[in-house]
């Protein structure tokens, strides 16, 4: 059974830094491409950064110089650093997994709170 488990939510300060983090299981983790998406109330889930099975990154232009997506594939993790948070960064975050249209995964989500 696949597993995605987030952890690293909570309440930061504006200009704050956080890291969150995701483990899978129950997946061959590094032929996946992870993602991190957000989403706010009321608004639509949202790429927020993904990286392939071969280290290959990209980002939505409204964290790119903010935010870090890494992976270790030895520990089955997928991490994103945020740093420089603003107050519209927060949103509940989830974590993916997905080959193609083939296999799609998603955690529970974790939620980031940004205060000015």
């Known amino acids: 059974q696949v597993q995605l488990v987030e952890s690293g939510g909570g309440l930061v300060q504006a200009g704050g830094s956080q890291r969150l983090s995701c483990a899978a299981s129950g997946i ?4 996946y ?40 594939n030895a520990k ?23 080959i193609g249209s083939a296999a799609n995964y998603w955690g529970q989500g974790t939620q980031v709170t940004v205060s000015s």
Do not use: H
């Open 76 to 98: 089955n993790g997928v991490y994103l650093d945020m740093n420089s948070l603003k107050p519209e960064d927060t949103a509940v975050y989830y974590c993916n997994a997905r």
């Open 28 to 31: 061959i983790f590094s032929i």
């Open 33 to 72: 491409t992870m993602g991190w998406y957000r989403q706010a109330p009321g608004n639509q889930r949202e790429l927020v950064a993904a990286i392939t099975s071969g280290g290959s990154t990209n980002y939505a232009d409204s964290v790119k110089g903010r935010f870090t997506i890494s992976r270790d």
